[in-house]
């Protein structure tokens, strides 16, 4: 049944105008207009424009349900709307001054949204162009799947290099073979985005191999399964081999400055997997997760530094105080944990909460200042040495963050799935009735987050030395929160969903650093879009998924019934 | 000696006296019923017997041991399963793993293999849902898992709170069937029911409890004549 809600429409065309006047008065329209996704054709600054405007497109294709011209017309009258919107704000902006309040209501403004056309030429196009993409916008959502899932990751191929091409032009520059293809793809130099030619070739290649692999990929799959047992394990062992290159190989490919994005992406995701066991595996949910990470820091900071000036000098090697940092991080979250046994849910998060800031709070006192040096923190802490090697430069740094992810991995999906781990779930699903089959409440909990502290810990005493230096403000409380943001972006409890949450959240605004203004902007737009849109995470794990779409399972099933 | 026995225990929330001095006792073998009204205590004592609550006055003793140094998943060790009210299940867990988390107490792949087989043979409509969502579930084939997920744990004693809770006629009796059938196969049963006259039907003995107290004890058979009973829980004039 094809049904035309106009109401509906107007009001997604309404809501999206709305966002689009707002990243123009927040000023990204005009800074992010300074960087071009394709060089000469599109900005960064339109792109976000029309990124409102496909987002609004697939909203409206959900509204219509059937799958014919109708859902071109809605896509077209929501676009008319959203730049209706946008016309009025430029016309406003025009007309009056409005920059006493609103900084970023500048003629430079009415120059990007008119196209330098001025204002009755320029609105006309803008308002055509709203249309347009509209209407391709939700023409995309009409093709059939495999060739939609394919379009959209050609353009989001092009759009990621088109942002990150600064980036892969300077950590390509060291290979001469290749300067004559990043010439042309990336066309006038470093400062703009791909060239016209290199975009295409990009969204070409991309889609077209993404619809090859979709047609084929049952085909390959079943050949591999037809290979004998000891081909098939040999191909796995090979995988496995080439990953373990790419992961020796990677600080030499990246360079410098990538690698120190990786590290301190590393970092996030060692404490994301620390963190994903408490709220994820066992459903605590803690706030105070950064406390445990400061106190890995402090401990390597106070036991090996060189400084002195604190009162007590250790003057340890790094490799004793590591285990002593986890120890200590380790008996925190016991301590935390047992006046927390009885809390549930929100209680849980205040104390936690108010457990980090106590951490945060005492680092800096005057009270243990001659200690752990208070506001000035600790300096001079000396980059340990591993088998005649000084782990002192992010490129050595890399395999020392690694060697941890790789432990904190290996341990999670080992607990996952132990006795331990079931004991876990069934304290996240239900307290009382894990209690009546026979789970001790207490080791339970105690062991969460005891494990949850020793991967934060370690963390925090790699932090020591890759800073080098240590200060209170460095354990705010925004760590705690970008690491559950993290794990609720990826997925809760899903062990990849901590991978993929690290790269979206605190790998890729480190790649944008330019941006920086805006990332908490974003990152809250982020988050209401995902709850929204996937609230089960982009890696979900199984169980969280199948609550959360309640609905389908049984559709699903009913359907399986029907069948039978 | 009573396998079960419970002596003048006083249960309280926070100050609230739930309990009363309760005693009985509960003999291998036996389907044993607590029935009263809302409130009378019946839950308590059930949660109070398998250690969620500790009594401030009084023993519950399980073959003359006391139970009261024991926590609550220790009790279950001892061979006390609950089925709690409202089933209790997990609701994004399958039924598969609902069952193997009652097992969790039993280390033993081989009686967990066996007692999964029992369960899936008592209620063949598990078997056919065994890997769909518990939650997805209706009222009658939740409260089979959580008695079912109960039984993973081989328990001697086998509490149950309200199994007919919220249940169509027909599913009360097939439930009710398969507590006989679970006695028959060697467990004993502490049933706590509202529905006074299916618990009677199928139990040996039966206690009537009232605002913490127990008022009247007595067979089954006898309790169904009481005219006190009768009134009260059976809607008998």
Do not use: C
């Not at chain 1, 980036?167 to 016209?196: K, P």
């Not at chain 1, 030499?252 to 590393?266: C, F, K, M, P, R």
């Not at chain 1, 409380?477 to 990849?496: E, F, R």
């Not at chain 2, 060697?186 to 049933?191: A, I, K, N, S």
């Amino acid at each position: 049944m094809s049904t035309f809600d106009w109401k509906k429409i107007l009001q997604i065309g309404l809501i999206g105008g709305i966002v689009g006047v707002l990243i123009a008065l927040v000023g990204m329209v005009e800074e992010f207009n300074e960087r071009d996704i394709i060089a000469g054709t599109l900005t960064m600054g339109w792109t976000m424009l029309i990124l409102t405007v496909l987002v609004m497109a697939y909203f409206v294709a959900g509204t219509v349900k059937a799958h014919s011209w109708l859902n071109v017309a809605a896509g077209a009258l929501s676009g008319a709307v959203f730049s209706v919107v946008m016309s009025l704000l430029t016309w406003m902006v025009d007309s009056f001054d409005l920059r006493q309040t609103l900084v970023n209501a500048s003629p430079s403004l009415v120059k990007i949204l008119t196209f330098e056309q001025g204002i009755p030429n320029g609105l006309i196009t803008l308002i055509v162009a709203g249309i347009v993409v509209g209407a391709v916008g939700s023409a995309i959502f009409i093709l059939p799947e495999r060739i939609r899932k394919a379009v959209t990751l050609g353009l989001g191929m092009v759009a990621f290099l088109g942002l990150m091409q600064d980036i892969i032009q300077v950590s390509l520059a060291g290979f001469e073979g290749l300067s004559d293809a990043i010439a042309w793809m990336f066309g006038r130099g470093i400062e703009n985005g791909l060239s016209v030619a290199g975009a295409i070739t990009v969204f070409l290649v991309v889609s077209v191999s993404n619809l090859l692999w979709d047609t084929n990929a049952p085909k390959v799959n079943a050949r591999i399964e037809k290979l004998p047992q000891k081909s098939r394990r040999s191909l796995k062992w090979f995988g496995y081999g080439m990953l373990f290159l790419v992961i020796i190989y990677l600080p030499a490919i990246l360079g410098l400055y990538l690698t120190e994005v990786v590290n301190s992406t590393g970092l996030f995701i060692l404490m994301g997997l620390g963190l994903n066991i408490v709220v994820g595996f066992a459903g605590l949910l803690d706030l105070g997760y950064v406390a445990f990470y400061a106190i890995g820091a402090y401990t390597v900071g106070v036991l090996t530094n060189l400084s002195g000036e604190l009162t007590s000098s250790f003057g340890w090697n790094f490799w004793f105080a590591l285990p002593a940092a986890v120890a200590l991080a380790v008996i925190a979250g016991v301590m935390l944990g047992i006046p927390v046994l009885n809390m549930r849910g929100d209680y849980l998060a205040i104390v936690t909460l108010g457990f980090g800031e106590i951490i945060r709070i005492l680092a800096l006192s005057d009270f243990l200042k001659p200690h752990i040096g208070g506001s000035q923190g600790i300096v001079n802490i000396p980059p340990p040495k591993f088998l005649e090697v000084l782990v002192n430069n992010p490129q050595t740094l890399y395999y020392f963050i690694v060697a941890g992810a790789v432990l904190a991995l290996f341990t999670s999906q080992r607990l996952r799935d132990s006795r331990l781990g079931r004991s876990w779930k069934a304290l996240r699903e239900d307290e009382d009735v894990a209690q009546a089959m026979g789970i001790n409440l207490v080791a339970t909990k105690l062991m969460a987050f005891a494990t949850g502290a020793a991967f934060s810990g370690l963390s925090g005493s790699i932090l020591a030395v890759k800073l080098g230096t240590i200060y209170p403000h460095s354990f705010a409380l925004l760590i705690s929160i970008n690491v559950l943001a993290l794990i609720i972006v990826g997925g809760m409890g899903s062990i990849p969903g901590v991978f993929v949450g690290g790269l979206l959240l605190a790998g890729v605004p480190e790649l944008l650093r330019e941006f920086a203004e805006y990332r908490l902007l974003i990152y809250g737009a982020l988050l209401v879009v995902m709850m929204q849109v996937r609230p089960e995470g982009f890696w979900p794990e199984a169980t969280h998924k199948r609550e959360l779409h309640e609905a389908d399972e049984e559709a699903r099933l009913t359907a399986e019934g029907q069948e039978a | 000696m009573s396998i079960l026995s419970i002596e003048n225990i006083h249960t309280y929330y926070g100050n609230i006296h739930a309990l009363k001095g309760i005693s009985l006792h509960i003999e291998k073998g036996e389907i044993v019923t607590l029935i009263g009204g809302n409130g009378a205590g019946k839950t308590t004592t059930l949660r109070t017997i398998s250690g969620l609550l500790k009594p401030r006055e009084g023993t519950v003793k399980l073959n003359g041991e006391d139970l009261s140094k024991y926590k609550a998943h220790e009790i279950v060790y001892k061979g006390i399963s609950m089925v709690p009210e409202g089933r209790g299940v997990f609701a994004r867990l399958t039924v598969t793993e609902n069952l193997e988390m009652g097992a969790y107490s039993r280390n033993d792949k081989g009686e967990n293999s066996r007692n999964l087989e029992r369960v899936f043979t008592l209620f063949p409509r598990l078997k056919e849902r065994r890997t769909q969502v518990a939650g997805t579930l209706s009222g009658g084939e939740q409260q089979m898992l959580a008695t079912g997920r109960a039984l993973m744990a081989s328990p001697n004693i086998l509490l149950m709170d309200e199994p007919s809770m919220g249940l169509a006629p027909v599913l009360v009796e097939l439930i009710f069937d398969t507590i006989q059938q679970i006695n028959k196969e060697g467990t004993t049963v502490l049933l706590v029911e509202q529905n006074a006259s299916m618990a009677l039907g199928i139990a040996n003995r039966g206690y009537v409890l009232q605002t913490g107290q127990i008022v009247l004890s007595d067979s089954a058979e006898a309790l169904k004549s009481n005219p006190t009973v009768q009134k009260a829980y059976l809607g008998m004039e």
